[in-house]
């Protein structure tokens, strides 16, 4: 379950050094220690399982050395000593076992009698068991790995550190989380580390846990989140399938070959012409749009329009227009589409009245808006607002949609 994340901050062969103190004999120096930590981390098994750089240099030679120049191309250790005597002296006082020496004391190689584990489910599953998850650091650039490293050298025996990084988008670089993955040797080692309680760092207290257990826990989180996720969707869908039942069906009508100087007074007119009793919830139209849908406030009241024309023609500013009654999927469809833009300008509404709750502004000069938005809502909950009759004819533009511009609002 590791993170993509956490395998990019893994791979860098300098930023974490394995090992400690305890695979030396006690009369070396602690620049010796800190150079035979660091070659054991270059071709420990954390390492080499990953690092493919040291895996093609080690297969350039049939017998798997690797060059002592190339090893100083890695600056942790060059930092460490450039002089190849120290390096070899040092290397040859480990009682780990896990590097040779070649004879002309230019090349070092994995012991041949201490192969690279097969990295496989069983292995992944044993490096887990002996590891742990430890957070509270300072993140992004508040640590460096040499602090990390000093501060979990007393610990027997540290195998690998690994800083955790995420990508951070603004900077597009890998930063640090503020929490590392540390394996031990053994087990028991891992677990004597636990039990040695609360840890501090720079005086705050660090979040110890097994790795097993913090991916366990994320599992739970993660599936809690989603879950959540699904309970609001859930509720969003009944909301909507409220709307959608109390909208009627049968009295939405499709209209095509409209004039581009039609207007939705013009429509109006042209239909109450034909039957002055429908009563009009919406007119999906945008003056110029060649076609468009009216919706009506009662069941079948679009049927009942249908029935009063001729070949479903009707005309309207002398332009002959087609009419279609949607029905099946193509009702189902549109009404979906109202619900879902009624149950948005609902919570859009919700959320507006919590932050407008300190009262009227008396230097609103807005009233003008005020009043269109009074008259579009009317119109979306089944009313008429009061229009007059050439408004919408003399004007350059169509009057304005309402909030509720269904088809159209949903795509923005």
Known sequence: M??????????????????????????????????IRQLEYYFGDANLAK???????????????????????????????????????AIGKSDEGLIEVSEDREKLRRHPERPLPEMNEERRQEIYARTVYVKGFAPQNGTTMSELVEFFEPFEKVNNIVMRKYHDKPTKKYLFKGSVFVTFTTKEQCEQFLAKGPLKYKGKELICKMQNDYYEAKKIEIKERAEKIEERKRKKEEGNNALLAQLPTGACVFMEGLGKETTRES????????????????????????????????????????????????????????????????????????????????????????????????????????????????????????????AAEKADKPAPAPADSEAKAAAE
């Open 267 to 390: 429509i109006k007119e042209a239909i109450r012409g034909i039957d002055e009793t429908l009563e009009f919830a919406y007119i999906d139209y945008q003056k110029g749009d060649a076609s468009g849908y009216v919706r009506f406030n009662k069941q079948d009241a679009g049927k009942q329009l249908l029935e009063k024309l001729t070949d479903k023609k009707l005309k309207i500013d002398d332009a002959e227009i087609t009419a279609e009654l949607l029905v099946e999927e193509k009702e189902t469809e549109y009404l979906k589409k109202i619900a879902e833009e009624q149950a948005k300008r609902k919570g859009n509404m919700k959320n507006k009245g919590r932050g407008n709750r300190g009262g009227n502004n008396r230097n609103n000069h807005s009233g003008g808006n005020n009043k269109r938005k009074r008259d579009r809502n009317a119109e979306q909950d089944g009313e008429e607002p009061p229009v007059k009759k050439d």
């Open 51 to 89: 690092d493919k750089f040291m895996k093609d240099q080690i297969a350039k030679d049939e017998a798997g050395w690797v060059p002592l120049d190339v090893l100083l191309t890695f600056k942790r250790l060059k930092a460490l000593s450039e002089d190849k005597k120290v390096i070899v002296d």
């Open 2 to 35: 590791t993170t993509e994340t956490d395998v990019q901050a893994a791979t860098v062969p300098e930023t974490k050094p394995e090992g400690n103190e305890e695979n030396v004999v006690p009369n070396v120096s602690a620049t010796e220690a800190a150079i």
